[in-house]
Every structure is written in C-alpha cells, then in structure tokens.
C-alpha cells in the first residue's frame, strides 16, 4: 500500500505534524467522522493528506484497500477516487489537508 505510512514516527505530537503537513505545503486541520460514517468514492483536484489521530476506518485509494488507525497517515495524489468508512465505537479524528495549488 503506497498510499499508507507511518506519521508517529515522526511527529510525537498533533502540533509537530501540523507543522510538518504545512511545511509540505499543506492547509492542515482537524476532521471528525462519525462511527458507522461511511463516506465513499470521493475524488479533489489537489492531492490530500489524512493522518488518523485516533479510531479506524476502512480506505479504498485508487483500487487498494486497507485498515487505518492512529499513526497512520493516507496520501492520496490529486484526482484519484478514495473512500472511507469509519470502523471504530468512537469517532475518527484526524488531521488532514489539501495542498495549495501551485
């Protein structure tokens, strides 16, 4: 899954990766899915990032799927479908942006 990778490993804290996510040109802030939330086949004109801070969700990027949960970070290129469907009792919280446009 190229589109899956690690963000605590890097950033201990939400503070440290928004200021990362900005550094790589992103407009971070925080999102909230609702439990059972599904929201499907969704596609932006920039690319985005999803870095889940805490519950789990299922994402389809492209034509992969997989399991999210706290630490991971989704990076899904300018239009290219992706859907999630939160998985978790609790909310999905995560810090996610689009990259300006250049």
């Not at 399991?67 to 300018?78: F, K, L, Q, S, Y």
């Amino acid at each position: 899954m190229s589109w899956k990778s690690s963000w605590s490993q890097q950033n201990k804290d939400t503070n440290a990766l928004k200021k990362q996510l900005q550094s790589e040109g992103f407009d971070a802030y925080e999102w909230t899915g609702r439990p059972g939330g599904a929201y499907l086949d969704y596609i932006h004109s920039q690319d985005e990032v999803v870095c889940v801070l805490s519950g789990t969700a299922e994402v389809k990027v492209a034509d992969a799927h997989g399991t999210v949960e706290r630490g991971d970070r989704i990076d899904v290129p300018a239009r290219t479908y992706h859907s999630i469907t939160v998985t978790s009792a609790e909310p999905l919280v995560v810090l996610t942006g689009m990259r300006a446009s250049q």
